[in-house]
């Protein structure tokens, strides 16, 4: 198969982010060729698509424009794809319901060149510390740094607005694989969004760097990780003076300890001083989200090919920092105009000078999986589909530069590494039992006295629902582990979660620190009222779950699936138990 990066069609222009503001909290870019009354009410939309008798121009991912010269994997050519004319424009189309329909013109930039990765990394390393411990001298260094990136014109490439355009432009559809028309691409929901994140951090805090003379600077991590850093750091909050600070973020959770499981639909009491149940059930979640992930596609998302649909299967990583991303944005129960901007939905996400601090620990927490997890090295994706793909990017010298996943496996090549910091998560494995009373006993094995009836899929997921599920055979071998994978639909545009437990006796109350709580699939939305299906797969690995519950010689188990928010119902297409083949590290 060919590498994703080398199938792309662009719909975006030079010098304006492809995503222009989509609601009455942002006005649009003023560049209009063409303008329709709109329907006033408060949705938003945002379309990426050009119009149908443009010439399809190709592009790699990562910046504004650009194409890829790997294997293309089309049906009737192998051969790699030419970068795209300068010469040719595209039409883009910008929807917002406050100021119509935008027709905007553009043509690709020269060609591309390859990135070298400088050898000045090796005298200039730079160490991204954790944000609740940076010094004063830091904070103003910071300030200074992200004050001038927003003070640059919009049209530099380099500027606060086109850094943020890099990433919406990749979760509107605008972006189509060539030769696969239908097919969208997108870096979230699959193995793309670690790699993608990593390479779009490193140019963003190089710009940064330069832009102050301090070649050595490097950004924060929120420390979400660990209880001591589960709060917003105080640097983006308390001074509503600074660049720093964003007013579109959640006003109950500026100061509040964080839940890895709140629930966004429900009114929400945070609490400043958490509880010891509180601080718990995060450090659980982590345990099992990080620790007990061990497949690469557990982790890091499901492989993603030239012709494929987008939206593949989360990893667990990025489903926890889907909730974070939630947890910080604006709730529209408290401000009805927002649909969760900033960083509550992905085409604004980047706006908020948070965001990448944010996924900065999601970086951070891609080297700790990798190389300091028990049991030793964790190992990254080997297939040259992944390794291969690219990447575009504008450098701080406004070169326009192509990167390589493979180029990036190792942050401390491109020049930095992370300050240090405890995981109190690993050894977070005590606090997970048994909550059903007749499971207390150690060594009583749980048996399913009761088989529910045979589901007909698909089916709406609109309240609690149980089901028996068979396993393969009974039994447990030490070459194969066994996933439980759940096949759905669901609409990109919406919120959603789903709790998945196992073997719960009909327990409606099952929380991270229960045996019986496999995981949660949580999305989060690209731009709402999109109303665009995307089919996803959701996929958890039994063998310590099972192990826990002792039902490792069971026949069968109850899968129970809790959905906890979303406005359209999630539609289940299949339950089934997989064997597959167990990695060694």
Not at 377 to 390: G, H, I
Not at 505 to 533: M, Y
Not at 535 to 546: A, D
């Amino acid at each position: 198969m060919a590498s994703i990066s080398s199938l792309l069609n662009l719909s975006a222009p030079q010098s304006l982010p492809i995503c222009a503001s989509s609601s009455s909290l942002f006005p649009p870019f003023q560049i209009a060729r063409q303008r329709t009354k709109p329907k006033r009410h408060h949705a938003s939309r945002v379309a990426c698509s050009g119009d149908t008798n443009r010439r399809d121009i190709l592009i790699g991912l990562g910046g504004l424009y650009g194409a890829t010269s790997l294997s293309s994997g089309l049906p009737a050519l192998g051969a790699p794809l030419s970068p795209p004319d300068p010469t040719n424009c595209v039409t883009s189309t910008v929807v917002t319901p406050e100021n119509g329909t935008f027709k905007i013109e553009c043509c690709p930039p020269a060609p591309f060149t390859d990135y070298v990765i400088p050898s000045s990394n090796n005298t200039q390393f730079r160490i991204r510390k954790a944000a609740h411990l940076v010094d004063d001298e830091y904070i103003a260094k910071y300030k200074e740094a992200i004050r001038r990136m927003k003070a640059l014109p919009d049209d530099d490439p380099r500027s606060f607005k086109q850094q943020a355009a890099v990433h919406c432009a990749y979760c509107a559809g605008g972006y189509k694989q060539k030769g696969f028309p239908d097919k969208d691409i997108d870096v979230h929901e699959s193995w793309l969004f670690v790699p993608f994140h990593r390479w779009y951090l490193y140019f963003f805090e190089r710009i940064l760097g330069s832009l102050i003379g301090d070649p050595t600077f490097a950004l924060p991590y929120w420390n979400w990780d660990h209880p001591n850093g589960m709060r917003m750091p105080s640097i983006f909050t308390t001074d509503t003076t600074s660049p720093l600070y964003d007013p579109l973020r959640d006003s109950r959770h500026l100061a509040a300890f964080m839940d890895l499981n709140f629930d966004f639909d429900k009114e929400d009491n945070p609490h400043v001083n958490p509880t010891i149940k509180q601080i718990n059930d995060n450090l659980a979640t982590l345990h099992r989200e990080f620790l007990l992930k061990t497949d690469q596609s557990d982790f890091f998302g499901a492989p993603y090919h030239a012709g494929a649909n987008p939206h593949t299967s989360f990893g667990s990583l990025e489903t926890v920092h889907n909730t974070i991303h939630m947890w910080t944005g604006v709730n529209p129960a408290t401000n009805p105009k927002s649909n969760g901007e900033n960083m509550g939905i992905l085409y604004s996400a980047a706006r908020d000078p948070i965001f990448y601090c944010h996924h900065s620990n999601v970086d951070r927490l891609w080297n700790v999986w990798t190389t300091q997890l028990p049991g030793g090295p964790r190992s990254n994706f080997t297939d040259q589909d992944y390794l291969e793909t690219s990447f575009f990017f504008y450098d701080e010298n406004k070169n326009y530069v192509r990167v390589k996943v493979k180029d990036c496996l190792d942050s401390t090549r491109l020049g930095y590494d992370y300050q240090r910091a405890d995981l109190p998560w690993l050894n977070a494995g005590g606090l997970i039992k048994r909550k059903s009373l007749s499971r207390a006993a150690p060594k009583q094995a749980f048996k399913v006295t009761k088989t529910l009836p045979t589901l007909q899929f698909p089916l709406t997921l609109d309240s609690i629902l149980r089901t028996t599920v068979n396993r393969p055979k009974v039994g447990a071998n030490l070459l194969e582990r066994e996933v439980l994978v759940i096949e759905l639909d669901y609409d990109k545009g919406q919120r959603v979660r789903v709790d998945v437990w196992v073997n719960d006796e009909g327990d409606d109350d099952i929380g991270p620190q229960d045996a019986e709580f496999g995981g949660s699939f949580v999305t989060l939305p690209h731009h709402l009222n999109q109303t665009k299906v995307s089919s996803s797969s959701f996929r958890i690995p039994l063998n310590n779950l099972l192990q826990d519950l002792d039902a490792t010689n069971d026949e069968s188990i109850t899968v129970t699936l809790c959905p906890k928010y979303g406005k359209r119902p999630v539609t289940i297409k299949d339950i089934k138990i997989e064997r597959v083949p167990l990695l060694k590290f």
